[in-house]
C-alpha cells in the first residue's frame, strides 16, 4: 500500500465525517450556513482523494474538464439567476440531474463495461449486475420524477384526469412488471434491449407516480425523489465499487427519508396518502361543484376601508402565503409593516409550517425583504394570540387558514393544523379571486361574518394600503419627529 | 465476497447514521437541509469520475462519464450555491433585525 494510497483514504474519512457533521449541522438554524460549506468542502475533498487514488491518464483529465467545465458553470449560472420564489422547482432540477448522472454511470457499465475490471475489486458478477439494475431503476425514476414535479410546480404539466382514476394503479403497476423483467432478463441478456426495456419502464414509472399527486403535496415528493438519488448514488458505489459513494449515498438517503416524514407531519398527511392518494380533493367532491359557486355570504370591500381598520388597530398579524410570493409582494407588505410599526402598531408575521409551497420558503421570501427574524412566528407560538389581535390580513394564503380543518370531519384537510386566524376581531383575506386552494376546496373563512375579502393581486392591494395609510397620515407624525 | 460484505456494513452502518444525523427541524429549515441534502446527492460525481479515470481510451465510457459528470457538478455546484444564497438570508435578516432593535 503506497502512501499515496493511504492519504487518499485517510481523506475519504475526513469526507465522510464532514458530509455526517455538515447534514447535522444543517438542521439547525445557527449552524446552517458554516454546515453548508462544511458539505461542499467535503465533497471536493471525496472529488480530490478520488484523483490521488486513480491518477487518471491525460486523455482522461481532459474529458474531466469538460465535464467539470460545462456542469460547473451552468451550476453556477442557474443557482445566481433563480428567484427565490422558484426553489422548489430549481431543486428538483438539481435532483433529477442527479439521479440521470447515476443512471448513465450504471448504463455505461452495463454497455461497455470496464471499471469493475480495472479496479480489481472482488465483487461477483451477479452483485455488479443487481446493482446495476438499482442504480438504474432508481437513477430513472428519480429523474423522471423530479422533472414532472419540476414541471407541475411551475405549472408547465397538468394533471390528467385519468391519473386521478384507479387507472393510474394499472399502469403503474404494469411498468413496474416491465422494468422487474427488464431486470431479471439482464444478466443473461446478449443482445442489450433488456437493458433499454428497465430504463425506458423506470422512466415511465417515475412519470406515472409523480403526475397524479397534486401541487400541495410536491414539496414532500420532492424531498422523497432527493431520498432516492442518495439510494441512486449509493447503488452507483456498488457499481463502480466505492464505499464513499455507498455511505455518502445511503446517509443522504436515510436523511431524506427523515427529513420527508418530518414534512408530511407538518402537513398532517401520511406518506402513502401523498403518494396513492391522488391529488388532494381531486376525489372529494367539491361544494356546489365549481369552485365559486360554493359561497353564498362573501363579504368584499375596498383597500380604503382596510386602511381604516389597519390605523385604529393595536395589534395586526399578516398571514402571507404563496399569492404574496407569486406578486412579489414581500417588499411592499415590509414597507406597510414600517408604516404601522411608525404608528405604534404591533406587528407580527403567522407562519404556517407549510405556508408558500415549500416547508421553510415564506421564511426565506422575508428574509429576502429584510423583514426582521423575530416578527416571524410560528404557528404553535401564534395560535394562542389570535383571540387579542385586532386586524389580521392573509395573504394569498387559503387552506393553512380554513377553519374547516379543526371543524369539519367530512373537510378533506380535517385535521391539518391550521392557524386560527378566525379567532381574530377583523380578517381581511387579499386574494386575486374566490378560486379554491392547492386543496381544491372552498374556505369556510371567506364567509364568516368578521371576514371581508379584498379582491386584487397582492403587491396591488398592498400599494393601495400604503397610499391610502399616506392619506389618513399614519406614521407621518412619528417618523418625521 | 470481501468487498461486497465490506460494502453492505457499510452501507448498513451509513443508513443508521442517516436516520439519526437530523431528528427535529424547525420548520424554516425545512427547504434549505432538502436543498443541501440534494447538493450532497450529488456525491454521485465520484462515481462519473472513477468511469472517466477508469476508462482507459473507451471513447463511450469517456462520453458517458463526462456528461454524467456534468450532471452531477450541476446538481452539486448549484445546489450548494442555492442552499447558500437561502442560508445567506436568513443570516442577514436576523443581523438586521439586531441592528434596528436598539
Partial sequence: MSLMTLLSYAIDLVAVLLLALGIKGLSKVRTARSANGLAALAIGLAVLGLLIQTQPSLEAWLWIAIGTAVGGLLGVITAQRVPMTAMPETVALFNGCGGLASLLVAVAVALYGGAQAESGVTSTDLVEQISIVISVFVGAITFSGSIVAMGKLQGWIPTPGWTQSQVRHGVNITLAVAALVGALTLPADTTGSSLWVLVAASSLLGIGVTLPIGGADMPVVISLLNSYSGVAAAAAGFVVGSQLLIVAGAMVGAAGLILTQVMCTAMNRSLVNVLFGGALGGAAPVGGGGSEAGYTRITSCSPEECAMALETAERVVFVPGYGLAVAQAQHALRELSKMLEANGTEVSYAIHPVAGRMPGHMNVLLAEADVPYEQLIEMDAINPEFPRTDVVIVLGANDVVNPDAKRDPSSPLYGMPVLEVDQARQVFVVKRSLGAGYAGISNALFELPQTAMVFGDAKAVLNGLLSELRELGVGKVKAAA | ?102
Avoid: C, Y
Avoid at chain 2, 463526462?66 to 437561502?86: C, E, W
Fill in chain 2, 1 to 102: 465476497m470481501s468487498f461486497l460484505s465490506e460494502a453492505l456494513w457499510v452501507l448498513l452502518l451509513g443508513s443508521l447514521l442517516g436516520l439519526e444525523l437530523i431528528g427535529k427541524v424547525p420548520p424554516t429549515l425545512h427547504t434549505p437541509l432538502m436543498s443541501g441534502a440534494n447538493a450532497i446527492s450529488g456525491i454521485t460525481v465520484v462515481a462519473s469520475l472513477t468511469l472517466i479515470a477508469q476508462a482507459n481510451g473507451n471513447r463511450p465510457l469517456l462520453v458517458l462519464g463526462a456528461l454524467s459528470l456534468g450532471l452531477a457538478l450541476f446538481n452539486v455546484v448549484g445546489g450548494f450555491l442555492v442552499t447558500d444564497r437561502m442560508l445567506a438570508m436568513f443570516r442577514t435578516g436576523a443581523n438586521r433585525a439586531k441592528g434596528g432593535a436598539q
